[in-house]
């Protein structure tokens, strides 16, 4: 369609397919479902209008700012909703099979193991520190590109959507919550009792709870965290991601950006967030999507002159 990019139709796409699972799928777990499929329809509508009405006048300004920007402000209202529809194909969560598959492949859970072993506040903070640069991450690579060359932005947003929205519906249809089951985190689920002796006795050693790192993550999650949303780890597959487009486009900082991509990698399973198998999928998903994105991108929008 005329005025499109590479990133609308993704946009687009995502809104059709999570509405038309929700339509078909529903259940007693999605009660809202009529106004979430409303509001699907209703953000289909909207984005169209914003992209035909800004292609034909090109007006300056806040309608200029949202069409270029609308994906990223719709990444945390996606990610929260997947929490409230992640049961129409299990009832059940499947950290269980996981925790077996684990177990199978490490003979322990990583995830409990890895600050038991390490449980001091200077090397929490670290790990705690790295996870939280996640959303420096994001938001940094995208600003500075913004700033830098509108075209490596379109760029790099079009490919980060593109990851996130193939993430969130494999959340959608294969539900895990992550290690913090094992620490009985997530309100009206508990592991099965086979499992719950593989939790240590404490939750988290009292030198880690002291950190300001890691009570700026508990508050992130209490508050933004969807259940459901560990499998394939999309902390590491973004994080990845970003990481490709320093080296593609930000070349002072890509070093460091990757160093700092490794801890958070790392830091996934030590701070107990996620299992090791839903990091070894979060590199498997950078791996298959960011050439499959990058591509897409190319494909409808043209070659682009090398980064100076």
């Given at each position: ?12 796409a ?19 479902w ?27 300004g ?20 997947t ?29 409990v193991?890895f ?12 790990f705690?520190?790295s ?17 830098r060359?509108r ?18 519906l ?35 050693p009292?030198a880690?709870?002291?950190g300001?790192f ?11 965290e969807?259940p ?17 487009f ?11 950006h ?24 979060g ?17 409808f ?8």
């Amino acid at each position: 369609m005329r005025y499109y990019t590479f990133v609308d139709y993704a946009t687009q796409a995502y809104l059709a397919v999570v509405g038309l699972l929700i339509l078909c799928f529903h259940n007693a777990t999605v009660p809202s479902w009529r106004w979430l499929l409303t509001l699907h329809v209703l953000g289909m509508v909207l984005i169209h209008l914003l992209i035909h009405w800004v292609g034909r006048s090109r007006p300056a300004g806040v309608l200029n700012f949202l069409r270029h920007f609308y994906p990223v402000l719709l990444y945390a209202v996606f990610f929260c909703e997947t929490g409230s529809i992640n049961r129409m194909f299990f009832s059940q969560y499947l950290d269980p099979a996981v925790i077996r598959c684990e177990q199978s492949l490490f003979g322990c859970q990583p995830s409990v193991r890895f600050m038991e072993n390490l449980p001091w506040l200077a090397v929490s903070e670290i790990f705690y520190a790295s996870y939280f640069s996640y959303y420096i991450m994001i938001g940094g690579v995208g600003i500075a590109l913004f700033l830098r060359n509108r075209q490596q932005f379109f760029h790099y947003v079009s490919v980060v959507s593109f990851l996130f929205y193939i993430c969130y519906l494999i959340y959608i249809v294969l539900p895990v919550i992550g290690s913090r089951v094992f620490f009985r985190q997530v309100a009206g689920y508990e592991l099965p009792v086979e499992f719950q002796k593989l939790a240590p006795t404490e939750p988290y050693p009292g030198a880690v709870t002291a950190g300001v790192f890691f009570r700026l993550m508990l508050w992130i999650y209490r508050v933004f965290e969807a259940p459901g949303a560990a499998l394939p780890s999309s902390h590491v597959a973004v994080a990845l991601c970003t990481v490709y487009f320093s080296f593609r486009y930000l070349r002072p900082i890509r070093f460091v950006h990757l160093a700092v991509a490794v801890l958070l990698c790392l830091s996934t399973v030590y701070c107990r967030y996620h299992y090791a198998v839903d990091v070894l999928a979060g590199l498997l998903t950078a791996a298959i999507l960011v050439p499959l994105g990058n591509w897409l991108y190319f494909k409808f929008t043209g070659p682009q002159p090398p980064a100076p």
